[in-house]
């Protein structure tokens, strides 16, 4: 079965740009996408099609897929940023999540 | 407002079963795909299983960990989405979440989930 490995934690310091990976074999020939979760809440959507960002979403969020590795990046990192962040993608019309990468800002 | 709202969790002996339901309201549900996806206290996201829309005949696809076991079905006249759960294990146990699928394949609104848990 299809997999995505993700780090477990990230740090960043506070108005500092954050990177989030996503490994998973030819990934670029699939659409990620990317959800926070924050603490006792319900997962939203930061990044869906690689790149593209909903509304509602600050620009700070940004998303890329190439090759075997997919990235979120949050620019300007705000302590309202801490959370998890699990990338998702569809391999053969099954779903398949990252375990998550939990972002603690400084 | 575009809201879902899961009911129907609680405790289950292992080998039991249960029915989750998830009620859809403020935008047309039978356009969109939908998903149930779980998460165990503490872990990380899992995807269950989907529900293709009434254009793509109401299809269903299941993740391995579930397939025979749990089922995904719709009544589309009253904004539902359900998911049957027979033979439950001790490992389904979790927050079950439904979710709209967007145009692109994203989970893009989702229920605030209900807790199922499987324990003699």
């Known amino acids: 079965s299809y997999e995505l490995t993700q780090p477990p934690s990230v740090s960043v310091s506070a108005g500092q740009t954050a990177s989030i990976t996503c490994s998973g074999d030819?990934?670029?020939?699939?659409?990620v996408c990317w959800y926070q979760q924050k603490p006792g809440q319900s997962p939203v959507v930061v990044i869906y099609?690689?790149?593209k960002r909903p509304s509602g979403i600050p620009e700070r969020f940004s998303g890329s897929n190439s090759g075997n590795t997919a990235t979120l990046t949050i620019s300007g990192t705000q302590a309202m940023d801490e959370a998890d962040y699990f990338c998702?993608?569809?391999?053969?019309?099954?779903?398949?999540f990252g375990g998550g990468t939990k972002l603690t800002v400084l | 407002e575009v809201q879902l709202v899961e009911s129907g969790g609680g405790l289950v002996q292992p080998g039991g079963s249960l029915r989750l339901s998830c009620a859809a309201s403020?935008?047309?549900?039978?356009?969109?795909?939908m998903d149930w996806v779980r998460q165990a206290q503490g872990k990380g996201l899992e995807w269950v299983g989907r529900?293709?829309?009434?254009?793509?005949?109401?299809?269903?696809e299941y993740a391995a960990s579930v397939k025979g076991r749990l089922t995904i079905s719709r009544d589309d006249s009253k904004n539902f989405l359900y998911l049957q759960m027979n033979s439950l294990k001790t490992e389904d146990t979790a927050m079950y979440y439904c979710?709209?699928?967007?145009?692109?394949?994203?989970?893009?609104?989702w229920g605030q989930g209900t807790t199922v848990t499987v324990s003699s």
């Open positions: 403020g935008f047309t549900f039978s356009d969109h795909y």
């Open positions: 998702q993608a569809w391999d053969s019309s099954l779903g398949v």
């Open positions: 030819k990934l670029g020939g699939k659409y």
């Open positions: 979710a709209r699928e967007g145009g692109n394949g994203e989970m893009d609104v």
């Open positions: 529900s293709r829309n009434k254009a793509n005949t109401y299809t269903t």
């Open positions: 099609k690689d790149s």
